[in-house]
């Protein structure tokens, strides 16, 4: 009877670590520790300048291939380098003289050959080529020679202000019109000078510039503009059919 006893004790007490062992052995492995997470996407800097190339506004050829077509010389350029994010131009290009019909025996020049982008300069060409030569062919019997303009983009603020919104210039939207030199020899200066035929020939070319741009200003709207004349196509508000025209 002892013995039958020893031998179930036995058995109740292996029991256990039988069990216990085959678990042991049925458990899968532990995976391996996880490595730490890489950033998902390199910060700007971090780039390569293959990467940072690649990631350059793309070019609107349908634009370019318009300015062709009218007649109004280009050509594509980059744009510096600018410490200013929101200084950027889509499709930067350097307008040459714009070509006069019929059949482009004339042009009009632009001796700074002011940088803009593609969609201004194609606004700025057509409104030199379409309303400011024929105006001034019909009121002073004389062909527009060349326009002088400034740079065209400029990455600053409004009015060179210090602080404040970003100017139009600065993506290429603006060009600033100093006078036109007409065939005869004669300057018409966007600053009043005396001359009130002069004058009311630099009047119309304004007034008739708001049909063209979102914002015309020049002499008398503020002192920052009593030389020349700026035109830009700045959207103001939620649609392009709001004007600004001082």
């Given at each position: ?13 292996a ?105 201004f ?17 019909g ?5 527009l ?97 709001y004007?600004?025209?001082?």
């Open positions: 009877m002892r013995i039958r006893a020893f031998f179930i004790i036995t058995a109740l007490l029991f256990p670590l039988q069990v216990s062992s085959a678990s042991t052995a049925a458990s899968p492995p532990l995976p391996p520790p996880r490595p730490a997470e890489a950033p998902s996407h390199p910060a700007p800097n971090d780039l390569a300048p293959a990467e940072q190339t690649k990631r350059a506004p793309a070019i609107d050829q349908a634009c370019l291939d318009r300015l062709g077509a009218a007649g109004i010389e280009f050509e594509v350029v980059t744009l510096p380098p600018s410490v200013n994010p929101e200084c950027a131009i889509a499709t930067p290009v350097r307008l040459k003289p714009v070509k006069l019909p019929p059949r482009w025996r004339t042009a009009i020049r632009l001796p700074e050959e002011p940088m803009l982008s593609c969609q300069g194609e606004r700025f060409g057509h409104w030199l080529r379409d309303l400011v030569a024929p105006l001034i062919a009121e002073l019997a004389v062909e020679k060349s326009v002088h303009t400034g740079p065209g983009y400029e990455c600053r603020n409004r009015n060179r202000a210090e602080t404040g919104k970003i100017s139009a210039h600065a993506s290429g939207l603006a060009v600033d019109v100093t006078s036109f030199e007409l065939a005869n020899g004669e300057t018409l200066a966007i600053k009043p000078n005396g001359d009130e035929h002069l004058r009311g020939t630099v009047d119309a070319i304004r007034v008739a510039a708001c049909g063209w741009f979102t914002t015309v200003l020049g002499p008398g709207s503020d002192a920052a503009h009593a030389e020349h004349l700026h035109v830009d196509i700045l959207q103001h508000g939620s649609s392009d059919r004007r600004i025209c001082q």
